[in-house]
């Protein structure tokens, strides 16, 4: 199903024998109530976040599958109950050898493992490797979000990580997901709003020591007007890895290449100045 079909399918429930509501296909019980307080996002929690221990978790659709993770739509609600869902994006690592971990050695310079069966399985390659490598990822993606969200950054709301799915708010309404900058079709001052929302996400970051890491007009949503920054896993501590300042550089160049393609003239090297500015500030 599409996700622009989603709307209509809210609040499809089975109901059992008894009148209870039990999980159907496509359905399981919120994961929310399991999940320790550590693994679950800030507080204080939003108010649209359902959180009642009887809601169902439906999978409303694929939004987008992608080489190291598939994001699906999912609907949290109580059976019956008539006040809001919540509408989430579930972000799920691929556990398994069919994944592309392209962007492993360079980010995890200066990161450290678990322990060192976690580091050999995952430098051999073996299944369990590849879950410890999805879970790693989950973890660390879900720890960028809280880190941005708690610095105003703007992202989507952390809501919780589980082994290798994070869930998240879903940025978009009822006709689908928010589109991606490189598909958003924007005025020319539109165009200087949104480079001026970027260009305060990575001071914001770079103020905090961190690059972004992967930013591209691809990890950057245009939801009413407004610039929402995803996709965090390799979220670069500048000062502890050895790539860092390169990193940091290459999102420059990635986003003002992107406004000038566009016409918006944009100098990538004057952004990656007033960047290292903040980082010796
Ligand atoms: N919270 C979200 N709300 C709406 N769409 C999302 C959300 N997170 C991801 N997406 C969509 O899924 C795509 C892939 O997600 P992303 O985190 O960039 O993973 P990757 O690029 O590693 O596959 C994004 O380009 C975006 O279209
Ligand atoms: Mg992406």
């Not at 997901?177 to 709003?193: D, I």
């Not at 990890?219 to 990193?247: K, T």
Request: aromatic share 8%; charged share 20%.
């Amino acid at each position: 199903m599409s996700v622009d079909a989603f709307s209509n399918t809210f609040s499809l429930y089975n109901v059992g024998e008894f009148g209870a509501a039990e999980p159907e296909d496509g359905q399981r019980w919120s994961t929310w109530p399991a999940i320790t307080p550590s693994e679950r996002g800030p507080e204080p929690h939003p108010d649209w976040l359902v959180t009642s221990a009887a809601a169902f978790d439906t999978e409303l659709g694929i939004v987008k599958t992608g080489k190291e993770a598939d994001v699906f739509l999912i609907e949290r609600a109580v059976p019956g109950d008539p006040s809001q869902p919540s509408i989430l994006a579930a972000k799920r690592y691929r556990g398994t050898e069919t994944s592309d971990f392209h962007r492993s050695a360079q980010y995890h310079e200066g990161r450290r493992m678990r322990n060192t069966r976690d580091t050999r399985a995952v430098a051999r390659g073996s299944s369990y490797g590849h879950s410890v490598s999805a879970g790693r990822w989950a973890y660390a993606e879900f720890e960028a979000l809280c880190r941005m969200h708690s610095m105003g950054v703007p992202v989507p709301y952390p809501v919780q990580v589980n082994g290798t799915e994070i869930l998240m708010e879903f940025i978009g309404d009822d006709s689908g997901a928010a589109p991606r900058l490189a598909q958003a079709k924007g005025s020319v001052s539109q165009l200087s709003s949104y480079l001026e929302q970027v260009t305060d996400i990575m001071l914001t970051m770079a103020q905090a020591g961190l690059a972004h890491g992967d930013l591209s007009a691809y990890n950057l949503l245009v939801h009413h007007d407004r610039i929402v920054v995803i996709d965090l896993p390799q979220v670069v501590d500048i000062a502890s890895n050895p790539n860092g300042m390169a990193l940091l550089h290459r999102d420059c160049v990635n986003v003002c290449d992107w406004f000038t393609r566009r016409g918006h003239n944009c100098d990538s090297e004057e952004m990656f100045a007033a960047l290292v500015a903040e980082l010796f500030a």
